[in-house]
């Protein structure tokens, strides 16, 4: 198996699928001839074919408006915001189209539609190029939401993402696009669901649940945890956001009785809001310290020299779980 960046290994799973399936069709802002403005789909073009990977207008609610005809006539279209801060041009779009077309023709046009968008801060990029808000499209009804927190997991969800026949908006970490190599196995079948998790180390003293970005650091700081605490912290890797994997997270924290929940969206109403919710009409009575969150602050994300400030780092949430362990 080849060594691949989360990069590498989406183009490889776009680039399996278009060969399985000729209906998939890929474009978007720069997407063809350069291949996408982080390189995702370099080669693609070259290889499939202009008909099949192309550019489109700097028109965000043109690529997801034409998404929604391509897929009323049988396409599978998969196409690229360029950056997540991008895509309130097309929220238009997906939230009056893509998300209520198969209930609003009774099951007779569903909607196999793929929005991909890098998102996250952390790589030094200007306003409206480092938002994390996954809220909007947890909040609309009939969207799935998923966040791969690594390459080998990147090419699984995308391979499911494309086949679904509900819309998908698939949130790409761009601060992990080159900063990890996994082994990626070239034409095995995908093998995590929609709308699961995975455990990515075991504890029965805390439940830390992280997604996408933060889940290295998250690991990070269970890793220490261990090492100078002595403390076996649970990660959850939430990939899956909407729908979202409630009970593999009720059942970790029932387990440990305490919860520490870690995202880069802003704090108020971010995902670790309703993940809160949903712990506290579950098990309550099972927890023995309140739910704690580590998240970006109720700011925008600030610029170059700050922007490290503003998420959730290894300190942060180490000093946040000796918090919710001493309770």
Known sequence: MAELTMVQAINLALAEEMSRDDRVVVYGEDVGVNGGIFRVTEGLQERFGPRRVFDSPL????????AVGLAIYGLRPVVEFQFMGFSYFGFYQIENHVARYYKRSQGRFPMPIVIRMPYGAGVRALEHHSESRETYYIHTPGIKVLVPSGPRMARDLLLSAIRDPDPVVFLEPKALYRTIKEEVEEGSEPELPL?????????????????????????????????????????IDLYSLSPMD??????????TRRALIVHEAMRTLGPGAEIVARLNETCLLHLEAPVVRVTGWDIQVPLFSREQEYLPDVERILQSAREVLKF
């Open 195 to 235: 709308g699961g998790s995975r455990r990515a180390r075991e504890g029965g003293d805390l439940t830390m649940v992280a997604w996408g970005a933060l889940l290295p650091r998250t690991l990070e700081a269970a890793r220490r945890l261990a090492e100078e605490d002595g403390v076996a912290a649970e990660v």
């Open 59 to 66: 028109a965000e609610s043109g690529i997801v408006g034409t």
């Open 246 to 255: 409630t009970d593999a997270v009720v059942a970790s924290v029932k387990k």
